[in-house]
Nanobody, 124 residues
Framework: VQLVESGGGLVQTGGSLRLSCAVS????????IGWFRQAPGKEREQISC????????YYPTSVKGRFTISRDSANNIVNLQIHNLELQDTAVYYC??????????????????WGQGTPVTVSS
């Protein structure tokens, strides 16, 4: 099983990024794919999730309106578009796969497979 994140980098405040998570080795349509981030000295937090079987999408209140998750089922990719980046968005961003029933649980321990992370640094 592999989850490979890409698209991170250095961006100025107010800018945008699109992160991608390429998934292989699992039946993509059976899983939920979540995006998490971990800033230095902080716990890993969920920022979005899409349940591939039913298409349900989740965002925590803290990021609603700036983050958009989408799927490319033909290529087994889940994208996360981030708009209007803020300094506090600086973190390592991870994608993770949650096995069926793929409820998009909010806690990292419910996810079975993880990518290596892609760093995002927002500067003023």
């Amino acid at each position: 099983v592999q989850l490979v994140e890409s698209g991170g980098g250095l961006v100025q405040t107010g800018g945008s990024l699109r992160l991608s998570c390429a998934v292989s080795g699992i039946t993509f349509d059976d899983y939920a794919i979540g995006w998490f981030r971990q800033a230095p000295g902080k716990e890993r937090e969920q920022i979005s999730c899409i349940s591939i079987p039913d298409g349900n999408i989740y965002y925590p209140t803290s990021v609603k309106g700036r983050f958009t998750i989408s799927r490319d089922s033909a290529n087994n990719i889940v994208n996360l578009q981030i708009h209007n980046l803020e300094l506090q968005d600086t973190a390592v961003y991870y994608c993770a796969a949650e096995r069926p029933p793929a409820y998009c649980g909010p806690h990292p321990h419910t996810y079975d497979y993880w990518g290596q992370g892609t760093p995002v640094t927002v500067s003023s």
